[in-house]
């Protein structure tokens, strides 16, 4: 199966690591809108523009199904991307919620959402979990820390003040959702911060399970083989790809 993985630039590979190391698909071609990062600050109908001309882009590749990996897209575009293609489209917002609720016993343990600017008001994850019946949730914009993880920073002192900056009288929740595709990066910097209590949820690791179980794939014996495209600078893309997933 070749699978098409699309984000906004480069923050999507930590959800491509996921999905390569659970070697689930033989072929998993990435594209980055490097050129137009960030989208988690754009508005509903520019991130829906931005997706559709990807969506054209993948076109050529004569793909089986897209994975969009960024929250910010997965929250506005979905429906539209849906509307056009004639292949599955899943997004990552879904797969976090059931991963979510596999990880709680019960509806009243305390979620705390982070993400861009765009996912937050988009209110899906908020919409989706309040939905299954839980109670406290709450979602914080952390954009900040996107342009961080870019400059690789995810832990030390400036981390340390980014954190105490957006979370500051926030008690530690049941469960974090990394909803952005840069913030399983810092899942070591957030599990000190919030402590052992606090349960992450990565959107690679959910939507890997989330797809074993909705389009019924095993593990193959083989990793897959991996393209890479980006929409500007291609070479920095593929450098970040050597580094998060150990190439
Ligand atoms: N990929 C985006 C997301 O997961 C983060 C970077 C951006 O703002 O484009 O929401």
């Not at 899943?90 to 919620?97: L, P, Q």
């Not at 988009?122 to 820390?145: C, D, M, P, W």
């Amino acid at each position: 199966m070749r699978v098409g993985v699309f984000d906004s630039g480069v923050g999507g590979l930590s959800v491509l690591k996921s999905l390569y190391e659970a070697r689930l698909f033989d072929e998993l071609i990435y594209y980055g809108d490097t050129a137009r990062v960030p989208y988690g600050v754009k508005d509903k109908d520019t991130i829906i523009r931005f997706c559709l001309e990807a969506l054209e882009f993948f076109k050529q590749f004569k793909i089986d199904m897209l994975i969009i990996a960024c929250n910010s897209a997965s929250a506005y575009a979905l429906d539209a991307l849906r509307a056009k293609a004639d292949f599955c489209v899943y997004g990552v917002i879904d797969a976090g919620v059931k991963a979510t609720i596999k990880a709680l016993e019960d509806k009243n343990k305390e979620i705390l959402v982070i993400a861009t600017k765009a996912t937050v008001n988009s209110k899906e994850y908020q919409k989706r979990l309040f939905s299954e019946g839980f109670i406290r949730v709450n979602a914080l914009a952390t954009g900040l820390f996107v342009p961080m993880v870019e400059e690789g920073i995810f832990e030390g002192s400036l981390m340390r003040s980014a954190m105490e900056y957006y979370f500051k009288g926030i008690a530690s929740p049941d469960a974090l959702i990394l909803a952005c595709t840069h913030f399983p990066l810092l899942s070591r910097s957030l599990s000190e911060y919030f402590g052992n209590k606090t349960k992450l949820i990565h959107s690679g690791d959910a939507i890997v399970e989330f797809l074993k179980q909705k389009e019924r794939i095993n593990s193959k014996n083989n990793k897959p083989q991996l393209h890479f495209y980006a929409s500007s600078d291609l070479d920095s893309l593929k450098n970040t790809a050597r580094m998060w997933l150990n190439l």
